[in-house]
Every structure is written in C-alpha cells, then in structure tokens.
T-cell receptor, first 116, second 113 residues
Framework: GAVVSQHPSRVICKSGTSVKIECRSL??????MFWYRQFPKQSLMLMAT?????????EQGVEKDKFLINHASLTLSTLTVTSAHPEDSSFYIC????????????FGPGTRLTVT | KQEVTQIPAALSVPEGENLVLNCSFT??????LQWFRQDPGKGLTSLLL?????REQTSGRLNASLDKSSGRSTLYIAASQPGDSATYLC????????????FGEGTQLTVNP
C-alpha cells in the first residue's frame, strides 16, 4: 500500500517550452501533496505544498508563476514548469501525505527534467 | 529555521560490519522524524518513522533512535550488505498538520563485498 507514481520519469524539452509532471497516489487519497526539487549531490528542497481544491503554498524564493501546481483531485497533483530554461533542469520529486495520524509521507520515483 | 545535519557525509565499510549514521536538528520541537533511503537517480523509500513521543523504531536490521531534547537521531544498520549501499536521508517535520519536511544532506553509504 501507499504507492505514489510520477509521470514521466524522464523528459527532455527545449528552452522556452512548458512541461507537465504528474504525481498520483495509487492506493490512497491524498489531500496534501508536496513537490521537491533535488540538484545533483544535494538534498531535497521543498518547492510547494499542494492541497486538494485550493491554491498551492509556495516556499520562499519559488516562483509560483513559473511552477504551476494543480491538485484537482484527491489522487492527482500536477506540476507545470512554464517557459523552461536550462537552469530548471533538475530532479523533481513529489510526495503524498498519508491519512494516518502520524502524517507519514510517501514519495514518488521522481522525474528527471533536462532543458536544452 | 530548522536545520538538519547528517554526519558523516560519506561512509565506506566492509560487508558484515555494523554501522551508525547520525542526524542532528536545531529545533527540538518536532512532530516526527523519518529516515529514507535513496538509490542513485531514484525517489525516496521510507525506512522508519519515529514520532516525537517515541524513542526508537526497528525494522529488520535497521534501528532508529530519537533523542528529541538533544536534537539527535541515529540509524543503526546491523550486518551491512552490499545491497545497503545508497544515500540515507533523515528529515524532520514540525507542524502537526501539513507535515512539511526539512531534510538533511544525506550520508552516502558504500558497503564493499
């Protein structure tokens, strides 16, 4: 149980285009999902908290107009990188918060974005 | 602002050795602490979660302890195997809702056959 999937696993796009990444909780409902990015040899940095049916909460320094988050259902959140640039190339990981009282987070397998 | 530090940054041991990974955090007002494993180019696998009211959790060859007052946690791996080679991350959450995690930089473990 508690499986989170991400699609695509890898994507290469040209500078200036937009890319959408999907995060799905497969066997549980997640009212809260999180989006992280990870640069090589570094740890995960929280970008935003996604709540079903409401606007995402972005961390300081994260451009909300560039990283559009939509959490339209209890099992799906999407991250759209708009007008991507090479510096947006990174590993993007989502997580979904479990529904038990301990608030354990379950992570997706990540999406490798390369902007050329 | 919560800061999480993991020591050592990298560790190389021979197969069969018992080892300890360390995690410290600056704000002791945490809700829970999680240990994760990350293989290269992959997502995170949750290993153990310790609630703030607990002192330790065990799963197989893994044992995690928590000393909230001193801001420390350790992950003990018994009888290490080459398959344990990975980066180990600890993360703490503060709020009782939302559970935003603050991660350490990780310890890269290599177990040599």
């Amino acid at each position: 149980g508690a499986v989170v999937s991400q699609h695509p696993s890898r994507v290469i796009c040209k500078s200036g285009t937009s890319v959408k990444i999907e995060c799905r909780s497969l066997d549980f409902q997640a009212t809260t999902m999180f989006w992280y990015r990870q640069f090589p040899k570094q740890s995960l940095m929280l970008m935003a908290t996604s709540n079903e049916g409401s606007k995402a909460t972005y961390e300081q320094g994260v451009e909300k107009d560039k990283f559009l988050i939509n959490h339209a259902s209890l099992t799906l959140s999407t991250l759209t990188v708009t007008s991507a640039h090479p510096e947006d190339s990174s590993f993007y990981i989502c997580s979904a918060r479990g529904t038990s009282g301990v608030y354990e987070q379950y992570f997706g397998p990540g999406t490798r974005l390369t902007v050329t | 602002k919560q800061e999480v530090t993991q020591i050592p940054a990298a560790l190389s041991v021979p197969e069969g050795e018992n080892l300890v990974l360390n995690c410290s955090f600056t704000d002791s007002a945490i809700y829970n602490l999680q240990w994760f494993r990350q293989d290269p180019g992959k997502g995170l696998t949750s290993l153990l979660l310790i609630q703030s009211s607990q002192r330790e959790q065990t799963s197989g060859r893994l044992n995690a302890s928590l000393d909230k007052s001193s801001g420390r946690s350790t992950l003990y791996i018994a009888a290490s195997q080459p398959g344990d080679s990975a980066t180990y991350l600890c993360a703490v959450s503060k709020e009782t809702s939302g559970s935003r995690l603050t991660f350490g930089e990780g310890t890269q473990l290599t177990v040599n056959p």
